[in-house]
C-alpha cells in the first residue's frame, strides 16, 4: 500500500468517518479542520489524487491524531510470524536449513518494507 492511498483510506475511515458527516464534502472539510490543512489539499490526498505526494509531516499528522502508525504495524506483524514459523522448527533434525530460511524471509520482509518507505513500492 502506497503512502498516499494510506492516507486517504486513513482520512476516510478514522479522521473523517461516514457518521461525522452526511455528504463528502463535508467529510472533506472535517478531515481538513481536524489535521489544520487547506481543504484542496485535504481533497486531494482524500481522492488518492497522483499528481500530489504525501509529505511526512502530513503522514505524521494523520498518525497522531488517529494513533495509527503507517507501514509499521505490518512489519511487527511479519516478524512475529517469522518468530512463530522459527519457533515450530526448533527440534527438527536440519537447523541450519530452517535458520537459512527464517533469515531469508527476514531478508525479504525488510526489503519489501524498505522499498515500501522509499515510494517504490505500491
Do not use: C
Request: net charge positive; glycine share 8%; proline share 2%.
Amino acid at each position: 500500500m502506497s503512502d498516499l492511498t494510506w492516507a486517504s483510506d486513513t482520512l476516510r475511515n478514522h479522521v473523517a468517518p461516514v457518521g461525522s458527516a452526511q455528504q463528502v464534502k463535508a467529510r472533506i472539510r472535517t478531515a481538513a479542520r481536524a489535521l489544520g490543512w487547506e481543504y484542496e489539499r485535504a481533497k486531494s490526498i482524500w481522492y488518492a489524487d497522483e499528481r500530489v505526494a504525501v509529505r511526512p509531516r502530513e503522514l505524521r499528522d494523520i498518525e497522531r491524531y488517529t494513533g495509527l502508525q503507517y507501514g509499521r504495524q505490518e512489519l511487527t506483524e511479519i516478524d512475529l510470524l517469522i518468530s512463530r514459523a522459527d519457533a515450530l522448527v526448533v527440534g527438527h533434525q536440519d537447523k541450519d536449513f530452517y535458520g537459512a530460511f527464517a533469515a531469508g524471509l527476514r531478508a525479504l520482509a525488510s526489503a519489501l518494507d524498505r522499498s515500501r518507505a522509499s515510494g517504490d513500492g505500491k
